[in-house]
């Protein structure tokens, strides 16, 4: 039981060591238990120092960030699609912004 711990641990410090490559594969598991600890700490975090802050920092948001698009990239790599969809993922949604400053309809 703990030989299968350390492997798990051993495979979550592998995604942070990897967190500036974006080539290569990443297993469904592995991205799944990186996912749920990676929204654990964020919601501690946000729990515990932005409560009585009321602001985000920088550093731990990109300590958050920059592992999960990582991950992410490679995880699609291993689903069989280019990692260049992480991008379509990300930007897509704000590109629908520009409608936003387009003038109301008028009514007849």
């Not at 030989?3 to 799944?32: D, I």
């Not at 946000?46 to 960030?65: A, H, R, V, Y």
């Not at 291993?78 to 590109?95: C, E, K, R, T």
Request: charged fraction near 15%.
């Amino acid at each position: 039981m703990l030989e299968n711990f350390m492997q798990r641990l051993l495979a979550v410090l592998r995604c942070y060591k990897r967190t500036f490559s974006y080539q290569g594969v990443e297993n469904r598991r592995v991205y799944t238990l990186f996912l749920l600890l990676q929204s654990s700490w964020f919601a501690l975090y946000l729990n515990t120092l932005t409560s009585t802050l009321n602001e985000i920092s920088l550093l731990p948001l990109l300590f958050f960030l920059l592992p999960l698009i990582s991950i992410a990239s490679r995880r699609i790599n291993d689903a069989g699609y280019s990692h260049w969809i992480i991008v379509l993922v990300f930007f897509i949604p704000y590109l629908f912004f520009i409608f936003l400053c387009f003038p109301k309809t008028v009514d007849k």
